[in-house]
């Protein structure tokens, strides 16, 4: 199951990685065609928005998988390892606790969005279809913060691989 779900995580943030590649292709290609034939590509804005913030939520799960996240090592740097191990797991809890809170807002924004049909003005692409993988990527966080709460360590060799 451990290595099911770090599979997932790492799959998820790959994806995330590929989205933020076709936004760099389709933005140098619509800076490109915008200059040479004045023919930019239609709604690269909007689709540079919706990507990057799908992109950005798609890394968390992986970040706090790795523990890849912002720490400050210079006030841990002395402290005993079981000390050490203590607030790794206070962290994941933070980080569980935050992922709840935003599990519940976002879906929150997912249904307003629905009701009031909001799109982007020039493709017309509903707004809450950048919600569905956000939403993903924020259960995805609380399970690598619970997964983190078990392994404080980090999580075991044999479960990072295939």
């Known amino acids: 199951m451990l290595r099911w779900a770090t ?6 943030a790959l994806l995330g990685g590929v989205i933020l590649l076709l936004i760099v292709l389709m933005t140098t290609y619509s800076a490109a065609a915008g200059f040479l034939i004045a023919s930019p590509f239609p ?3 909007e689709l540079t928005e919706m990507g990057v913030a799908v992109a950005s939520f798609a890394f968390l799960p992986y970040c706090q998988l790795t523990f890849a996240n912002v720490s400050a090592d210079v006030f841990t740097a002395k402290m005993s390892p079981c000390k050490v ?13 935050f992922s709840i809170l935003l599990l519940w807002r976002m879906y929150e924004g997912l249904l307003d969005y629905q009701m009031y049909l909001e799109t982007t003005t020039i493709l017309q692409i509903p707004i ?6 956000a939403l993903f990527s ?24 295939s």
Do not use: K, Q
């Not at 191990?85 to 606790?97: M, Q």
């Not at 924020?138 to 691989?161: K, M, N, Q, R, Y």
């Open 7 to 12: 599979n997932l995580i790492i799959g998820w």
């Open 43 to 45: 709604g690269d804005f």
């Open 128 to 133: 809450w279809f950048a919600f569905l993988p």
């Open 85 to 97: 191990r203590i607030l790794s797991r206070v962290g994941s809890l933070v980080a569980a606790a």
């Open 138 to 161: 924020l259960l995805l966080l609380l399970l690598s913060s619970l997964i983190t709460f078990v392994h404080p360590d980090g999580v075991p060799e044999t479960a990072l691989t």
